[in-house]
């Protein structure tokens, strides 16, 4: 096997990985403020700015005071993430799932696309209904579609399976602002961490579930 050679330097970066992830918290730190956040969701909070590079993020989060703990314990035992999309799931260190804990996405489900069609809604919210029956103490995680939060709420509300913990982080122009605020008023007593306003992703949710896995930065 030939050895492959680097390209000549030459810009003066910092190309040590560890030295990155330091020096990338340690900015956040000093430029974010997380005093309106609970103390035990600083790290949650970090991880998202990190996953975003935009420090007045913080400013927008919405964390219950018992998500962190109630994530935490319920993936500590073993329960399953349930998302919206691929690209939350891939964006999960499963290196950080102390359990091996189930990822689990049914928008690529061979009924999800019926099912949208008779139900009059998309496949993202339609496959949360496939995946009803491991709601009970799981992770949901929504980064993508405001449809597949107000269609988790609507299920809760008629009596669904309660999960440990929401995170509620879709993106858009159009209903995410409002599924969001639908999040943080729905009288469901389940632990919830949102971003208010039109800001989401799977980049923003998958750093979330990735703090919330395990304390260790």
């Not at 910092?14 to 600083?42: K, N, Q």
């Not at 018992?66 to 891939?90: F, K, N, Q």
């Not at 007593?189 to 208010?196: A, D, I």
């Amino acid at each position: 096997m030939t050895l492959l050679a680097r390209p000549t330097r030459r810009y003066d970066y910092v190309a040590d990985g560890a030295a990155i992830y330091d020096e990338s918290f340690a900015t956040i730190r000093r430029e974010a403020r997380f005093d309106h956040l609970p103390a035990d969701a600083e790290r949650v909070a970090v991880r998202m700015v990190h996953g975003t590079g935009q420090v007045d993020l913080t400013e927008d989060l919405v964390i219950h005071p018992h998500l962190v703990r109630s994530a935490r314990t319920a993936l500590e035992a073993g329960a399953p993430i349930i998302t919206d999309a691929h690209m939350v799931a891939s964006g999960v260190t499963r290196a950080r799932l102390s359990r091996d804990n189930e990822v689990l996405c049914a928008l690529h489900d061979r009924r999800t696309p019926d099912l949208a069609m008779l139900m009059g809604t998309t496949r993202s919210a339609a496959a949360l209904s496939l995946l009803e029956d491991r709601l009970e103490g799981a992770v949901v995680a929504i980064g993508n579609a405001p449809t597949a939060l107000f269609h988790l709420l609507e299920m809760l509300l008629d009596g669904a399976p309660r999960p440990a913990a929401i995170v509620g982080c879709p993106v858009g122009f159009i209903g995410a602002a409002e599924s969001k605020q639908a999040l943080e008023e729905a009288p469901i007593e389940v632990p919830f961490l949102t971003v208010r306003g039109r800001r989401g992703g799977s980049a923003m949710t998958a750093s979330a579930l990735n703090a919330l896995a395990q304390e260790k930065e």
